[in-house]
């Protein structure tokens, strides 16, 4: 645990002892000060940059520590993620990654809004269950859909999850692989004519 100056010219920290900057020599100014503070209790790490005095420093030095030792330091962090709704994980974290990683992000913006987003875009990413899967496979059975089309939609919904859970917004087994999937049959019936 430690508290260092950070140089506001090379971005280089060092102990609060010096009046200026061991590697580029810039001298400290006397307000506005930045401080880099560096926290680590039970293999759990946070660093943070203040800026101000190093009385204030210290106050939130004591205070990380503080929520680290009470274990509701990181839970916070992990509140805001598990309230967040599928529809807001999809448009502002899913979305503009996949725009640059799958050539086909389009076709699942489309299964999205088209099927997904109305019947459980609304809800918190961990209150997701396979009966809201099967809601989604039941009304596209119900419009007509063919079951190809069902099985890329649970396809689409169960990657949004997986990325979910890889990024730390989702807990738990993926609901989409309770469900399961409807048979294709693809083949093409062909009738002849007495000619």
Not at 64 to 69: D, K, N, Q, S, V
Not at 98 to 107: G, P, T, V
């Amino acid at each position: 645990m430690a508290i260092y100056y950070r140089c506001k010219n090379c971005r280089s920290d060092f102990s609060v002892k010096l009046k200026a900057c061991p590697f580029c020599g810039t001298p400290l100014p006397k307000e506005n000060r930045m401080f880099r503070i560096d926290v680590s209790y039970n293999k759990k790490r946070v660093r943070k940059t203040i800026t101000g005095s190093l009385a204030i420093a210290k106050e939130v030095e004591a205070k990380i520590r503080a929520e680290l030792i009470g274990g509701e330091y990181y839970d916070r962090r992990q509140k805001a993620k598990q309230e967040t709704t599928l529809n807001e994980f999809f448009n502002t974290k899913y979305l503009p990654v996949i725009q640059k990683e799958k050539k086909s992000w389009d076709r699942d913006a489309q299964h999205f809004r088209d099927y997904i987003s109305p019947i459980i875009g609304k809800k918190k990413l961990n209150e997701i269950s396979p009966f809201d899967v099967e809601k989604i496979k039941k009304h596209l059975a119900d419009k007509g859909k063919a079951p190809r089309t069902i099985e890329y939609v649970l396809a689409t919904l169960r990657h949004i999850i997986n990325k979910a859970r890889d990024w730390g917004y989702f807990e738990g087994e993926n609901p989409t692989s309770k469900v399961k999937k409807p048979k294709a049959d693809n083949r093409r019936i062909r009738f002849l004519t007495p000619e």
